[in-house]
Every structure is written in structure tokens, then in C-alpha cells.
T-cell receptor, first 111, second 113 residues
Framework: SQQGEEDPQALSIQEGENATMNCSYK?????LQWYRQNSGRGLVHLIL?????REKHSGRLRVTLDTSKKSSSLLITASRAADTASYFC???????????FGTGTSLTVIP | DAGVTQSPTHLIKTRGQQVTLRCSPK?????VSWYQQALGQGPQFIFQ???????QRGNFPDRFSGHQFPNYSSELNVNALLLGDSALYLC????????????FGPGTRLTVL
């Protein structure tokens, strides 16, 4: 299956620290996206990185993509308590337009 | 401009029953995708509707069916409910030509007893 895996499953940090989570996937992709989900609610789109891009920034977010290793990382700098949520990566296979989500990283930012 | 809306918010059904969930896409969007998210898991793709037809389907049984209306809104129907169907059901809308920009609704929490 295409489904990715995030690592770690859970992460707990102090406010102000940086949080890094990783995503691995299995087949060729067009794009990779990161989403945030608060307490079992809807998903909020954070950032999209295309397969021909290696790094992308958005505010306190930095995403990298290594297609040779089929992996991506999401860095949240200067974390805040409000960043507490589950984070998912989602990929779309190069042969279709459905999304495959990973298993998620649960981030807790302690004030 | 309203985003993606879903109804109901919560639903409790018993095994064997049937359920219908509803989704209204973001204004201007023509494509609706449905996902099932079990507790502690990532969302799993169920199917996608465009031009009132099912365009793609994930690995879900025929008990899961859907419909898209001329106004682009969509329904997800699940027949013969099983305990394992308990999950958060998410709807996402997009434009077919830019499918990668999907906007998600808040979800419907279905509990099957």
C-alpha cells in the first residue's frame, strides 16, 4: 500500500522548542502535503511540497522532501501550546488523484 | 464564503442499520472525496465524486456507496452497519483540475453499537 508512516508516533516538547516529525512513503508521488488535526476534528492543510521541490517554508513551518529516500520531514520552530495536535502527511500517487495518509504524529507542546 | 460543511456532527446507530452522511463542498468546488478515520489512525480514502459519478474508489466494500448532486453536494451511505464502521467520516472538496488542494470538513462522528 502507498500509505505513509510518520515518526515518531508521539512527541512531547516544551513551549519554545522545535518539533521535528518525519514521514516515509512507498511509491512515486506527485505531491506531499502535511495536515494538522485537533482532537479528532477536521484536517487543516499546512503545506504542500511538489515532487520536484526539496524544501519549502511557511511561517514557522519548514518541510523537506527527499524523493530518493521517499521521505519528508516537518519542522515546527519555536513551538506554542496551540501547536498541540496530530500531524499527518498525505501523498498522492503519480498514477492517480487519491490521497494516502500516514498514521500521524501526536504532538504535545507543554506551556 | 462557507467552507466545507458536514452533517450531522455526531450519529449513533446499531449494527445492521443504514446511515447517510451529507457534505456540502466549499463554494466553487466541483469534486468531493470521502475518507474514513478510525480512532488513532490516519484517514483512509473511500471514494471520490466528480460530475455526479464515482471516479475513484479505495479499498472499501460495496456497503459503502455515495452520490453527488447537481449542486456538487454529496452523500455517503453505509448499509448493514458493523461495529468496525465506527469512525470519523471526513469529506474533502476540491477542484478537479487542482485536486491536490483539498479542503476538509469537520467530519461526522459515527458510533455503531
Amino acid at each position: 500500500s502507498q500509505q505513509g508512516e510518520e515518526d515518531p508516533q508521539a512527541l512531547s516538547i516544551q513551549e519554545g522548542e522545535n518539533a521535528t516529525m518525519n514521514c516515509s512513503y512507498k511509491t512515486s508521488i506527485n505531491n506531499l502535503q502535511w495536515y494538522r488535526q485537533n482532537s479528532g476534528r477536521g484536517l487543516v492543510h499546512l503545506i504542500l511540497i511538489r515532487s520536484n521541490e526539496r524544501e519549502k517554508h511557511s511561517g514557522r513551518l519548514r518541510v523537506t522532501l527527499d524523493t530518493s529516500k521517499k521521505s519528508s520531514s516537518l519542522l515546527i520552530t519555536a513551538s506554542r501550546a496551540a501547536d498541540t495536535a496530530s500531524y499527518f502527511c498525505a501523498t498522492d500517487a503519480s498514477t492517480g488523484n487519491q490521497f494516502y495518509f500516514g498514521t500521524g504524529t501526536s504532538l504535545t507542546v507543554i506551556p | 464564503d462557507a467552507g466545507v460543511t458536514q452533517s450531522p456532527t455526531h450519529l449513533i446507530k446499531t449494527r445492521g442499520q443504514q446511515v447517510t452522511l451529507r457534505c456540502s463542498p466549499k463554494s466553487g468546488h466541483d469534486t468531493v472525496s470521502w475518507y474514513q478515520q478510525a480512532l488513532g489512525q490516519g484517514p483512509q480514502f473511500i471514494f471520490q465524486y466528480y460530475e455526479e459519478e464515482e471516479r475513484q474508489r479505495g479499498n472499501f466494500p460495496d456497503r459503502f456507496s455515495g452520490h453527488q448532486f447537481p449542486n456538487y453536494s454529496s452523500e455517503l451511505n453505509v448499509n448493514a452497519l458493523l461495529l468496525g464502521d465506527s469512525a470519523l467520516y471526513l469529506c474533502a472538496s476540491s477542484l478537479q483540475r487542482s485536486y491536490n488542494e483539498q479542503f476538509f470538513g469537520p467530519g461526522t462522528r459515527l458510533t455503531v453499537l
